[in-house]
């Protein structure tokens, strides 16, 4: 939501009838997002195991699935 009104009040600034508040408002949703990602320390180990030789580890990744359930690529 941060992000699309974000976009919006940079649209509307920077348009040929900007405004200087619309510039303000980017900015400040520029900011709070700013904030809030250096707040978010991010993904960390999620697991660890130790291989023994010749043992192998796969890592997939699955579609999302769509609102029947099935996945958006087939």
Known sequence: MLLRLQKLAL???????????WLVIGAAVW???LAG???DPGTGVIHRTVLA?????VI????????????RRG
């Open 53 to 57: 030789p010749g043992e192998q580890l």
């Open 37 to 39: 990602r250096a707040g």
């Open 31 to 33: 900011l709070v997002r």
């Open 60 to 71: 997939s990744e699955r579609p999302p699935a769509t609102r029947r359930g099935r996945s």
């Open 11 to 21: 649209a509307k600034a920077f348009s040929s009838a900007g405004s200087k508040p």
